[in-house]
């Protein structure tokens, strides 16, 4: 059974870094694309960013600002957040897929989220 399970998140100050972790079992990490993807009550998740083989992928809005990496080893993967803004708070979820995407239905398996929250 695949579990991921996202840590990381809190209460950061505006200008603020998080680092989130996604940590990983049950399926065969280094194949799977890792992606993160943020949610605010009342809207569709949003993809961010996403891992596949070391190669990263991420939206335009966050290009610059949010780094992506992997540790196969430890099958983690992490996503580094900087010069965070209040707009920026949301769920955070990392999820898993057997392909390269930024869609959310291509991701088969889900964390449960960890919160983000930016103060002003």
């Known amino acids: 059974q695949v579990q991921l399970v996202e840590s990381g998140g809190g209460l950061v100050q505006a200008g603020g870094s998080l680092r989130l972790s996604c940590a990983a079992s049950g399926l065969a990490f280094s194949s799977y694309t890792i992606g993160w993807f943020r949610q605010t009550p009342g809207k569709d998740r949003e993809f961010v960013a996403a891992?596949?083989?070391?190669?990263?992928y991420y939206s335009d809005s966050v290009k610059g600002r949010l780094a992506i990496s992997r540790d196969n080893a430890k099958n983690t993967v992490y996503l580094q957040v900087n010069s965070l803004k209040p707009e920026h708070t949301a769920v955070y979820y990392c999820a898993a897929s057997d392909r390269t995407a930024a869609l959310a239905t291509a991701y088969a398996d889900w964390g449960q989220g960890t919160q983000v929250t930016v103060s002003s």
């Open positions: 891992n596949t083989w070391g190669v990263e």
